[in-house]
């Protein structure tokens, strides 16, 4: 691999920056707003307002899968490959995942997990996946 | 699949960072095609050709 030039190392650390500062700002975003909506629901003894509570960082949520979705759509035939393949393993991980650990929930009494986890455990997996990927075609 | 790309680029002493910008697309795509560990879309295999204005076939080889 010959020697990248100055100039082409900092346009490809820009682009991860951009990308990963995405990522980190909607889900510090996500966390954030499922504290909130929980302390609003808690602090509600009728739970009245457990649906409207629910509906904030579930709207963020969606507004982070756009925003990987635009990612994807945007990138170039190589780097949509790559992304796409990320996703297909981080879903497949994630509801094999979840399937295994209800097992271990409904066989051996395991404590059951909160079903938000999953989203952030898939982003997870696909930055690892996506990561591997990318090292693995230089 | 083969391919003749790093020959022909070095033939005309393009950079890899160079040859992704003329076919506007990543150097790390240029380098998975160099590598043999990427084949390109038909849509860039053309540019490709169209780039070193040789036929397809020239450039890339199918194995066997």
């Known amino acids: ?37 929980k302390s609003i629901t808690e602090g509600d003894p009728t739970n009245s307002h457990g649906a409207l509570a629910a509906l904030l960082p579930a709207i ?12 994807i759509r945007d990138y170039g035939e190589f780097e949509q ?20 650990w209800g097992l271990f929930i409904l066989m051996a009494g395991a404590p059951t997990l909160p079903l938000v986890m999953a989203a952030p455990f898939a982003a997870f997996v696909y930055s690892a996946v996506h990561t591997t990927l990318s090292a693995s075609f230089r | 699949m083969k391919n003749r790309l790093r020959e022909l680029r070095t033939e005309r002493e393009w950079s890899q960072a160079r040859i992704a910008e003329l076919l506007n697309v990543s150097r790390q ?23 070193f204005e040789l036929p397809v076939e020239d450039i890339f080889l199918k194995h066997g």
Do not use: C, H
Request: aromatic share 10%.
């Open chain 1, 60 to 71: 963020i949520l969606t507004a982070w899968f756009l925003f990987l979705a635009r990612q």
């Open chain 1, 81 to 100: 490959m790559i992304a796409v393949r990320a996703v297909a393993i981080a879903g497949a991980v994630t509801v094999w995942s979840a399937s295994v």
């Open chain 2, 29 to 51: 795509n240029i380098i998975a095609i160099e590598k043999e560990k990427y084949d390109p879309s038909l849509s860039l295999a053309l540019d490709i050709a169209k780039l």
């Open chain 1, 1 to 37: 691999m010959e020697q990248e030039s100055p100039t082409s190392i900092a346009k490809r650390r820009a682009k991860l920056v951009r990308r990963f500062a995405g990522d980190f700002i909607l889900a510090g975003a996500f966390v954030a707003a499922v504290f909130v909506s």
